[in-house]
T-cell receptor
Framework: KAGVTQTPRYLIKTRGQQVTLSCSPI?????VSWYQQTPGQGLQFLFE???????NKGNFPGRFSGRQFSNSRSEMNVSTLELGDSALYLC?????????????FGPGTRLTVL | AQSVTQLGSHVSVSEGALVLLRCNYS??????LFWYVQYPNQGLQLLLK??????LVKGINGFEAEFKKSETSFHLTKPSAHMSDAAEYFC?????????????FGTGTRLLVSP
């Protein structure tokens, strides 16, 4: 099976703009989670979607949002970008999203905000 | 709330030496624990996980970890380091009270392997 894919791999934006990142999970996986990775804060959970519904959310401002489509593909959106949003955004998928499941990670999208 | 502490942001070993990466967790419920590895410019790859059952867990690439409830630890070991083991390692606990996936990661340990 193909792994988790994320597009684009690299992105450069300026402050105040908005951005949309895309994630395609492994075929058959219905749960998609998003994480932000920065040198200062490390890996932080953003949100998790299952069957087009957000089931879990981390402690991020409302500028960060996501959605999931019927084919399990997911997008996350960040509006009004700030310099501190520069990070590697990782997407992970599992079959059911249970706590015991193994999460399979994509290569990430590296976002730079200037 | 669940949390993870990884002692040592950097660990240096010689090729062939024992690798020991430390992880301590805090959890109000029985924890599910994971070790992931990240190579440069890549996502995370699961090395091993503990859910229930045997407390000594074997993973890929010769790594293993032992869940010690009394010490709230889940240290990662490998008997003999290889140059290809150089990477960043993350310990994580599954932290959702709903039963659904939400990983809380430690700050990571960068493993350096010298010839």
């Amino acid at each position: 099976k193909a792994g988790v894919t994320q597009t684009p791999r690299y992105l450069i934006k300026t402050r105040g703009q908005q951005v949309t990142l895309s994630c395609s999970p492994i075929s058959g996986h219905r749960s998609v989670s998003w994480y932000q990775q920065t040198p200062g804060q490390g890996l932080q959970f953003l949100f998790e979607y299952f069957s087009e519904t957000q089931r879990n959310k981390g402690n991020f401002p409302g500028r960060f949002s996501g959605r999931q489509f019927s084919n399990s593909r997911s997008e996350m959106n960040v509006s009004t970008l700030e310099l501190g949003d520069s990070a590697l955004y990782l997407c992970a998928s599992t079959e059911q999203g249970l706590s015991t499941d193994t999460q399979y990670f994509g290569p990430g999208t590296r976002l730079t905000v200037l | 709330a669940q949390s993870v502490t990884q002692l040592g942001s950097h660990v240096s070993v010689s090729e062939g030496a024992l690798v020991l990466l430390r992880c301590n967790y805090s959890s109000s419920v029985p924890p599910y624990l994971f070790w992931y590895v990240q190579y440069p410019n890549q996502g995370l790859q699961l090395l091993l996980k503990y859910t229930t059952g045997a407390t000594l867990v074997k993973g890929i690439n010769g790594f293993e970890a032992e869940f010690k409830k009394s010490e709230t630890s889940f240290h990662l070991t490998k008997p003999s380091a290889h140059m290809s083991d150089a990477a960043e390692y993350f310990c994580a606990v599954s932290a959702s009270s709903t039963g659904f996936q939400k990983l809380v990661f430690g700050t990571g340990t960068r493993l350096l392997v010298s010839p």
